[in-house]
Nanobody, 121 residues
Framework: VQLQASGGGLVQAGGSLKLSCAASGRTFRTYTVAWFRQAPGKEREFVAG????????YYTDSVKARFTVSRDYARNTMYLQMNSLNARDTAVYYC???????????????WGQGTQVTVSS
């Protein structure tokens, strides 16, 4: 599956952005999907995800109650709605997919190209 992330940009602290990740090649339904981010000088970290079995959502603690991950099977697209953004959210955001079920751990097989999110304080 090929992944194409979009929606990043520059936003003021407290603002919102919605990232999209469009999949082609195979339906998202057969994959566990997730968003990761990498800030300058830091390791890539898990942000949010959903198992291929659907329903449940998982978040890293720092984004709970602010970010929402979702996917639209008809559009073969996943989203990350980000609210109440702050400077610590500044990073390159990547979407990813894997055939396994676990969301937070495990190797992700497919990655989008990344989209830059910059939050100004």
């Amino acid at each position: 599956v090929q992944l194409q992330a979009s929606g990043g940009g520059l936003v003021q602290a407290g603002g919102s952005l919605k990232l999209s990740c469009a999949a082609s090649g195979r339906t998202f339904r057969t994959y566990t999907v997730a968003w990761f981010r990498q800030a300058p000088g830091k390791e890539r970290e898990f942000v949010a995800g959903m198992p291929k079995t659907g329903g449940d959502t998982y978040y890293t603690d720092s984004v709970k109650a602010r970010f929402t991950v979702s996917r639209d099977y008809a559009r073969n697209t996943m989203y990350l709605q980000m609210n109440s953004l702050n400077a610590r959210d500044t990073a390159v955001y990547y979407c990813a997919a894997r055939g396994g079920i676990t969301v937070r751990t495990g190797n992700y097989d497919f990655w989008g190209q990344g989209t830059q999110v910059t939050v100004s304080s």
